[in-house]
């Protein structure tokens, strides 16, 4: 008996312990599908107007590795023009989606938009977040959550150039600098348009568990995708806005940079050279196809800009494992993000890579 009052009590001290050193640590907690589901639901937002390519494509990507069932919504049946290159095929409307999952979704992303007030996402949103969905935001698509409300009184971040204003705008959200990605309960927001990468790791690591999000990490070149983050490292100074203004008043013609996609390709190794080509302001970028459609590894419908011929004078970027003539060919999903800002300096200089590094918030700026 003696032994029991001994043994019964450490016991439940260590259990307490080990609990504590779990959240310490940053346990992830699961996300598990509602009921009646097999997978995890993940409606990935977009405006059909335009919609932030990376903070787009990159959650698709990683939430489908991760074994959830990731759908494009947008408010419309029709093509997504994504921001600043690139277009899709959503895979339903919000009124399918609804339709297809009266619950809602488990997991709702919502990118940067063009309009962060049209009036039919924001109702969308708040009707999801009413059926208990997990609200996520990447970039400036705090703008677009903050516009409905369902952020005051939590803390959130978002790209580090819109701090100030976003301060202004929803005083009811406390904003928070220098974090990779903010978690507020059931809302979640992540810092610049490069981030959607570690934020979306985190929740893969809430699906799959952190093995699974080991692996898919490893694909893409990420070894820590914690919410560390110096925000305060990153600024538009006197060099940036002297590399804008040059580039704009000075970078004529324009550079047509496309990338190559055959079907099977990963969302996030396409969403990269995007971003970064059509960024420089000395280059537009598009993506570069056989045929008018693409889909990729995960069923997403990618729509070509340009199909057979390569037009004059373009520069076309060829992913991981693809083959075929091209100015750059990138080397693995794991160093595709350095290789397109080597290729971008090489090609338009120093000062326009970092530019473009620093519009993503990418880490590449912070030295």
């Known amino acids: 008996m003696r032994a029991q009052n001994i043994v019964l009590p450490f016991a439940f001290f260590l259990l307490i312990g080990l609990m504590i050193a779990a959240t310490a640590a940053g346990a992830a907690t699961p996300i598990e599908p509602k009921p009646g589901r097999e997978r995890v639901v993940v409606a990935v937002t977009a405006l059909n107007e335009g919609t932030e390519v990376t903070d787009f494509l990159v959650p698709y990507g990683i939430l489908s590795e991760a074994g959830a069932k990731a759908v494009a919504v947008a408010p419309e049946a029709a093509p997504v023009a994504l921001w600043p290159a690139g277009r899709i095929r959503p895979d339903q409307d919000f009124a399918g989606f609804d339709a297809a999952y009266p619950q809602g979704a488990d997991i709702v992303i919502v990118p940067a938009m063009i309009d962060p007030e049209d009036a039919a996402v924001r109702g969308w949103l708040k009707a999801q977040a009413a059926k208990g969905a997990l609200m996520v935001s990447i970039c400036e698509g705090a703008r677009v959550l903050a516009g409905t409300g369902l952020l005051d009184g939590r803390r959130a971040t978002g790209h580090f150039y819109e701090h ?24 979640i927001s992540s810092a610049g348009v490069s981030a959607s990468l570690p934020v979306s790791l985190m929740l893969a690591e809430r699906i799959a568990g952190r093995a699974r999000a080991e692996e898919i990490a490893a694909r893409y070149g990420v070894s820590d995708w914690s919410a560390a983050h110096n925000s305060d490292a990153f600024g538009i100074g006197a060099g940036e806005m002297a590399t804008a203004l040059k580039n704009l008043i000075l970078g004529w013609p324009r550079a047509q940079v496309l990338v190559a996609a055959e079907d099977g390709v990963s969302e996030v190794d396409v969403a990269f050279p995007l971003d970064f080509a059509a960024r420089s302001w000395r280059s537009s970028a598009g993506l570069f196809a056989e045929k008018s459609d693409v889909t990729t590894r995960n069923g997403l419908t990618l729509l070509a800009d340009e199909t057979g011929t390569l037009p004059e004078g373009a520069h076309m970027v060829r992913l991981p494992g693809d083959e075929g003539e091209a100015d750059v060919t990138l080397g693995s999903s794991a160093t595709l993000r350095e290789d397109m800002l080597a290729w971008i300096e090489t090609r338009f200089g120093e000062g326009t890579a970092r530019f473009v590094a620093i519009q993503l918030e990418y880490p590449v700026a912070a030295d």
Not at 164 to 187: L, M, T
């Open 164 to 187: 100030d204003g976003r301060e202004a705008d929803f005083e009811a959200v406390q904003w928070q600098r220098n974090a990779r990605y903010v978690v507020d309960g059931d809302r």
